[in-house]
Structures are given as structure tokens and as C-alpha cells.
């Protein structure tokens, strides 16, 4: 059976589109191009975390041209929301006839506030980086999982 594939039109939300966001757009746009077109976006935008672009650099991944913005900035109808922080899915804006998934991931910055240095904060960056790459890699088939359109 031969035919053209459906892309799904993904957006990645958390509060400040600053890091975990920025990360699963830019592993799904290295991972996974051809099965979805992904974007992100945040409730409450903040600017781009500097060690979340230095933790992807790391790993060959470019977000350093991303900026942060709101879901309504983009102008897009999505297939599928996937929040990726526990305040971005409780404040989650309804998106007509998107899906609905929620996959929570740690937030680098809060885990490394204590840090003496940049240094000191990385592990905490390249651990979330790489368990939101898991995610990615599973996709699309985890986004069966996703609720009914809101």
C-alpha cells in the first residue's frame, strides 16, 4: 500500500518556551522531520535559556535561531499539543480540533537555581535534554495516547 504519509503539525508547550519546549522542537525537527512538523510555544514567554541552546549544541542540535513566543503567535492549526510542564497543561489554551497529551519533564533552570556555575548547572540540562530525546524518538506512536481534541 502506497500513499502519502500524514505530518503531523505537533506543538510542544510549557510556561516560559524557554528550554524543555525548545528542546523537544529541536529534537523533533533533527529526529523526526518527514513524520512531524514541530513547534513550540509558551504560556507565559520568557526569552531563550542559554544553557538549554548549549546543552543541544552538545549533542549537534542547533535551537539557537528559536525565539520564544505564544501559542497564538504561530498561526497554526495543531494535530497535536503535547505539554511538557505540569503549569503549561493546567493553563494549557484551548487550540481548536488539536489533541491534547501531557508528558511532564523536569525544569532545568529550577533544578540548577542552587548552582555555583554554569558548569555545576549543565547536568541538569543534558539529563532533561536527553529524556525529552527519548520521548521524541518515540513519536508518533506514543501520540496515540493523546486525549480528544479540546
Known sequence: ????RNVLKVLFLCTGNSCRSQMAE????ALKAGEITAYSA????????????????????????HTSKRPADLE????VVVTVCDAAH????????????????????????????????????????????AF???LPGSLSAAGQPR
Open 26 to 29: 529541536g529534537w523533533a525537527r
Open 1 to 4: 500500500m502506497t500513499g502519502k
Open 76 to 79: 497554526v492549526t495543531f494535530d
Open 90 to 133: 493546567e493553563s494549557c489554551p484551548v487550540l481548536p480540533g488539536a489533541r491534547v497529551m501531557h508528558v511532564g519533564f523536569d525544569d532545568p533552570p529550577r533544578l540548577a537555581r542552587g548552582s555555583a556555575s554554569d558548569e555545576e548547572a549543565m547536568p541538569h540540562y543534558r539529563r532533561v535534554r536527553d529524556e525529552i530525546k
Open 42 to 65: 509558551g504560556t507565559d514567554p520568557q526569552g531563550l535559556n542559554a544553557l538549554a541552546v548549549r546543552a543541544m549544541r552538545e549533542v549537534g542540535v542547533d535551537i539557537s535561531g
Open 136 to 138: 521524541v524518538l518515540s
